[in-house]
């Protein structure tokens, strides 16, 4: 089944943008994956088509109201079950356990467990998730518990509105779907991959400004190339990120190089 990504939002148009560009909008074209801009505003039901409304217990701006966006929710439910269907007929048989499982359904939020590459490569080897972009001061409480919402956070500062977090999360997605990437290792051995930054790279010309590409990368000696990254990739870590090089994997920390250099 097609890696599909459903996104509830009262911008839709502000859809596919950045994701019909280059990698992911190659991929979208070829059908690798695909892309649902859906507008929560179709599920209003009052003469204004209304979305929102004031804070109970008052305070600033507006929230988006549970019962219109669980309505959306549950439209984008119904569209996509017929969509599986119609997808499963006449094709290949789907692992009943695959069939019945809900698609994750996420909520942008800046309250949210942030995002890792770990839950990235879970979200991306699913089915693919259905994502809610919150606008104004966020959403109604009662739909994040009545429709089991994830938040998920890109980060700690405050957006205007979920769709560039929701953009984030689907192009760290889609890179990994199978045949996005050329070149598989490039999503193997890059930052996060067994806990550690990634080590700096270099190309063409040999001399920049006077500056030299570290003499052992041009050695053509492959285990001592390898050994001089994964030194680089520790020392980066340990220096920039010391909450990663803590966390990282036993397995990683047990291959940790004897040379690393100092950080
Ligand atoms: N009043 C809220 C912020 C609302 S920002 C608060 O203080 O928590 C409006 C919307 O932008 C949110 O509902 C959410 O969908 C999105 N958003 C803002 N910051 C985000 C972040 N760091 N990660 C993911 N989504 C975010």
Redesign the pocket.
């Known amino acids: 089944m097609t890696w599909r990504a459903t996104v509830l939002t009262l911008f839709p148009e502000m859809f596919p943008g950045p994701l019909g560009i280059s990698l992911a909008g190659r991929a979208l074209a070829s059908g690798l994956w695909a892309l649902e801009a859906r507008d929560i505003r179709d599920a209003a039901t009052d003469k204004h088509r209304s979305v929102d409304d004031t804070p109970a217990g008052g305070g600033p701006?507006m929230v988006?109201r549970a019962d219109v966006l669980a309505a959306a929710i549950d439209a984008a439910d119904i569209a996509s079950n017929a969509f599986s269907s119609e997808v499963e007929t006449g094709s290949r048989q789907e692992n009943p356990a695959n069939q019945e499982s809900r698609r994750p359904r996420l909520?942008?939020?800046?309250?949210?467990r942030p995002l890792t590459q770990q839950r990235v490569v879970e979200l991306a080897a699913g089915r693919g998730p259905l994502i809610?972009?919150?606008?104004?001061?966020?959403?109604d409480q009662r739909v994040i518990e009545a429709r089991g919402l994830e938040e998920?956070?890109?980060?700690?500062?405050?957006?205007?509105?979920?769709e560039l977090?929701a953009m984030v999360l689907i192009d760290a997605c889609v890179r990994l779907l199978p045949g996005v990437m050329g070149k598989l290792a490039s999503g193997t051995e890059e930052s996060f991959s067994d806990g550690l930054l990634e080590y700096p790279q270099y190309t063409r010309p040999q001399a920049f400004e006077g500056r030299p590409i570290p003499e052992v990368l041009l050695s053509g000696d492959h285990a001592r190339i390898a050994a001089w990254r994964r030194a680089q990739a520790e020392a980066l870590t340990r220096t920039r990120r010391p909450d990663l090089w803590a966390a990282r994997p036993a397995e990683a920390a047990a291959k940790t190089s004897k040379n690393a250099p100092d950080g």
């Open positions: 701006g988006l909520l942008m939020s800046p309250r949210g809610v972009c919150g606008r104004f001061e966020g959403v998920v956070s890109i980060g700690d500062y405050v957006l205007s509105g979920g977090g």
